[in-house]
């Protein structure tokens, strides 16, 4: 039987971006789709005053008074583990608060997957068009460095309240983001309204391992983008994690020695392996190009999985990888 593997959409966005209404669309859409989502609300402040525009009937839990990618870091996981536990829902969406930096955000979800079967497939980064421009305009502060981050991070891009910008702002606005993030699929919207919902469908048929058959081209593939081009499908190269549930055992000496050669731009990762070769199971760590591999006895049931971080790597070259390993 197959594994339920639950989904996970980080939605990032400085304040006042429309965050909240982009969810409350979400949730909607879903709803019209049949789909059982669950939510993870953060907020830095000790009530979470928007949370009370979400149905009642959708599992929701809130950290509040303080922020998930510092304070309340520990936290997130906890939560996120009993939302998977009390409801086994078909996705999670995670609305960091307006400050969060998203990848201590990212890391934190994608330390989950080490004994929780969750895969993050989504960080949207929703944008206020208009208090951007005026925000950053060239200026290098604190606050224009965390808009710079969360866009940086996002694999997919809203540009929302267009309606507010004139023919010379949006094209400076398309300069910035794509000199920031040049492959993540971009929706430009007026309140937070989406036209296309494919990669909602997406994040569904990902939620059961199964084997996965690419074609010889689907490796190479990037997903381009001109200036202002919205792109619907999902076989982007823009992750900046990937989790990967282990269907068989592997060799020691064959993995170790292909963590070595890994891309530079995939800089950690770490997981639970089983081996081919040895009786136990493990514990391993890869960061600044060096490995560690601890032996282990998980508790209760833990799944084997692998987790990979970096920056605009090719996530369809390394599942490749990742199943060669499988079949050695």
């Known amino acids: ?62 950290l509040l008074g303080g922020c998930i990618c510092c304070t309340s870091k520990g936290d997130l996981t906890g939560e996120l583990h009993q939302l998977v536990v009390d409801y086994s829902p078909d996705f999670i969406i995670v609305e960091s608060t307006g400050v969060a930096h998203p990848f201590e955000t990212i890391e934190a979800i994608t330390e989950l997957s080490l004994y929780s079967p969750i895969r993050l497939c989504e960080v949207i980064t929703i944008v206020d068009s208009k208090q951007f421009l005026l925000a950053y305009s060239g200026r290098k502060n604190e606050t224009s460095r965390l808009m710079r981050e969360q866009i940086a991070c996002a694999s997919k891009l809203i540009l929302n309240k267009m309606d507010l910008l004139d023919a010379e702002q949006k094209m400076i606005l398309d300069h910035y983001i794509r000199d920031w993030n040049k492959v993540a699929r971009l929706d430009k919207v007026t309140r937070a309204q989406l036209t296309d919902w494919s990669w909602l469908d997406s994040l569904i048929d990902e939620s059961y391992e199964k084997p996965k058959h690419l074609d010889s081209n ?59 070769d040895t009786p136990s199971r493990y514990l391993f760590q890869f960061a600044y190009r060096e490995t560690d591999f601890i032996k282990i006895t998980p508790q209760g049931e833990v799944l084997d999985v692998a987790v990979f971080i970096g920056e605009h790597f090719d996530k369809y070259w390394l599942i490749k990888e990742l199943e060669q390993l499988e079949q050695s």
């Open 1 to 62: 039987m197959n594994k339920k593997i639950i989904p996970i959409v980080l939605l990032s966005g400085f304040l006042g971006t429309g965050k909240t209404t982009l969810l409350l669309n979400i949730l909607e859409q879903a709803q019209n789709k049949g789909l059982q989502p669950a939510i993870l609300l953060n907020e830095i402040g000790e009530v979470h005053v928007e949370g009370e525009r979400i149905n009642k009937s959708i599992p929701t839990a809130e």
């Open 218 to 276: 689907m490796a190479a593939h990037e997903c381009e983008h001109e200036h202002g081009e919205s792109c619907s499908h999902h076989s982007h190269s823009h992750v900046m994690s990937y989790t990967h549930y282990w269907k068989n055992v592997i060799h020691s000496e064959a993995f170790e020695a292909w963590l070595k050669q890994l891309p530079q731009n995939i800089y950690r990762a770490k997981g639970i392996v089983t081996f081919s």
